[in-house]
């Protein structure tokens, strides 16, 4: 039996019979949207007119119980986030409520004006996520993790995208360059971190548990939260992988969230230029990281489209690098692979 022959059973077994006294027709299946992972989303139309979300997670491909832990911490802290209704794990499916139509990354594409309308919300969403944090609950963002991430870099983009082969010398710079970001990394304060806490992952919704029209945007795409470095989202929230800001805009929002989290307890720096480099150097091991995934993407998994984006992670990347004399070597090392000259930029 098919996947899709899979679905449509579970459907008619676990979901219809919830709604057998509604005298309209079948349950509606529509396909709503997938990820990087083998995770698919289908929206149920059901026969009362109410929508739910269908989490398709080959169990043999995906373990969804991080997903459920997790939406249970974001119900817990009363954020707005995917509901689990039924849970099948053993199957791989399972039903959730619907956020709606309407995603962070469409909007502020099709109206950049509402940028600023849009973001403030989600400072204080992730302000409110991160004070929530307890350090048994998730995954520790470790030495270890971090370092696995960062490999990813040498071996997809450099290595199976590239083609190139690095030097004992470029090795050993990159090496260096990785020590400096996992420390930084870890000289940080840890909360909870979505790790993907991005637009394409918020949802426009409006909060009717709260009673208010105010805008609340919804969480996605959380399964893999862990308790790490408290720079982590803002930076992802950002430096993003499918838009990018003019860096006056940028540093206004960072104020913003570095000012929130400082009245609301969090351990962010008293410094706002040690909280500036800290999510700098954050954001650079990020999009390395994610240099390397989206090649993996491409050339294990078979997923084109992420590749159009490699040229903004890598300039995030130079723009960082740029900035610090202990970073500059990643210049070079991008210059050699790009055979380009020596860059010039603003340093401290």
Not at 9 to 37: F, K, M, N, R, T
Not at 111 to 116: G, V
Not at 210 to 227: E, S
Request: aromatic share 12%; hydrophobic share 45%.
């Amino acid at each position: 039996m098919s996947r899709d022959q899979q679905l449509q059973e579970w459907v008619s077994q676990h979901v219809a019979p919830l709604y057998a006294a509604h005298p309209a027709g079948e349950i509606g299946i529509a396909p709503a949207s997938a990820d990087a992972s083998f995770r698919r989303y289908f929206r149920l139309t059901l026969p009362n007119g109410d929508t739910r979300i269908l989490m398709d997670a080959p169990p043999d491909k995906e373990d969804s119980r991080p997903f459920v832990k997790v939406a249970g911490l974001f119900a817990k802290a009363n954020l707005c986030a995917p509901r689990v209704e039924i849970a099948d794990l053993d199957h791989g499916f399972l039903l959730l409520s619907d956020l709606g139509r309407v995603g962070y990354l469409a909007a502020l594409q099709s109206e950049p004006a509402l940028a600023d309308h849009l973001m403030r919300p989600a400072l204080d969403v992730l302000v409110r996520w991160q004070q929530a944090s307890r350090p048994d609950a998730l995954p520790p963002y470790d030495e270890t993790l971090l370092r696995r991430e960062l490999r990813l870099f040498p071996e997809w983009y450099v290595g199976r995208h590239l083609e190139r082969a690095l030097t004992t010398e470029q090795q050993s710079a990159l090496d260096n360059l990785f020590r400096l970001l996992v420390d930084s990394a870890l000289a940080q304060k840890r909360v909870f971190v979505h790790r993907d806490f991005m637009p394409r992952n918020l949802m426009v919704t409006e909060s009717a548990a709260a009673h208010t029209t105010a805008l609340t945007p919804g969480i996605l795409d959380f399964q893999d939260a862990v308790y790490g470095p408290i720079t982590y989202d803002v930076v992802s929230l950002f430096r993003d992988a499918f838009i990018s800001w003019e860096e006056e805009q940028e540093l206004d929002w960072v104020v913003r969230y570095w000012e929130k989290a400082r009245a609301a307890g969090l351990p962010v720096h008293a410094d706002f230029g040690d909280f500036w480099q800290a999510y700098e150097w954050m954001g650079l091991q990020r999009h390395l990281k994610v240099l390397g995934i989206f090649c993996r993407l491409k050339y294990r998994d078979g997923k084109e489209n992420y590749i159009a984006d490699l040229p903004r992670f890598v300039g995030y990347a130079k723009k960082t690098a740029a900035r610090y004399n202990a970073l500059r070597p990643l210049l070079t090392l991008f210059d050699a692979l790009e055979n380009k000259s020596a860059e010039t930029g603003l340093t401290f």
